[in-house]
Each structure stands twice: as structure tokens, then as C-alpha cells.
């Protein structure tokens, strides 16, 4: 991986924290599960460790593959939304890559949509 590479993901999900201050976290995921490059907001803890995070990245890219055997009927998954009472978890398909973030959880659904809208089109290259 070029240098250059790494400094727009770097770039990317910085770009994806700052859009809302209720954000948490945000990372680019492999189609293996690997985080390319993962960001906890400054100020921010983080509810899982390190290890907990790798596992759950690699999940979220088994789940990609598990749910692609219903796009042809159902058609391609938009975004994935999970709610659990201590964080906000969001899921992106890019063609390549995945993109999770976290977030507060008494966040708007509206609200939600909208920071969906925005990183889709910031990850539109992944």
C-alpha cells in the first residue's frame, strides 16, 4: 500500500468523525476484516479493547459475505444500523471496503441518515 493511500484513509475518517460531535469512532475495513485505518474520536473511550474491536471488524465483513446471497432477490444492502443502549453502530458497503463507525446512541434517526448520506459520498472511491 502506497503512502499516499494510507494518508486519504487516514484523511477519510477523520473527514467521517468530525462530522458530528456525537461521533465515536470510524474505521475502513478490508473485505478480510482488517482495519486499514480506525480512529477513536479525542476524547472518547473505547467500550471494547483493542482485540474485542479486530474481532468484531472481521464479524462485520463475514456478515457482508453472509448477506450478499440475498441481493439478488432483495437487492444490495444500503447500510446496516445497530442500537445498543451504550453506542450506535453503523455499517457502509463500499465496493471494496467497509466502513463502521460509532456513535452516541440517542442520536436522531434522521440525524443518522444524513451522516450516512454524507460518508457514503466521502467513501465513494473505496
Request: a positive charge.
Amino acid at each position: 500500500m502506497s503512502i499516499k493511500q494510507k494518508v486519504d484513509l487516514l484523511d477519510m475518517v477523520q473527514q467521517i468523525l468530525k462530522l458530528d460531535p456525537k461521533m465515536r469512532f470510524a474505521a475502513i475495513i478490508d473485505p478480510k476484516g482488517n482495519i486499514r485505518e480506525g480512529i477513536m474520536k479525542e476524547g472518547k473511550t473505547n467500550l471494547k479493547s483493542q482485540k474485542e474491536e479486530e474481532h468484531f471488524c472481521k464479524q462485520v465483513a463475514q456478515r457482508r459475505s453472509m448477506r450478499k446471497e440475498f441481493d439478488e432477490s432483495l437487492g444490495k444492502v444500503r447500510y446496516v444500523h445497530v442500537e445498543r443502549e451504550k453506542v450506535s453502530q453503523m455499517v457502509v458497503y463500499t465496493k471494496k471496503n467497509i466502513v463502521y463507525f460509532t456513535m452516541e446512541p440517542e442520536i436522531p434517526i434522521n440525524t443518522k441518515l444524513r451522516l450516512i448520506t454524507k460518508i457514503k459520498k466521502i467513501t465513494s472511491d473505496l
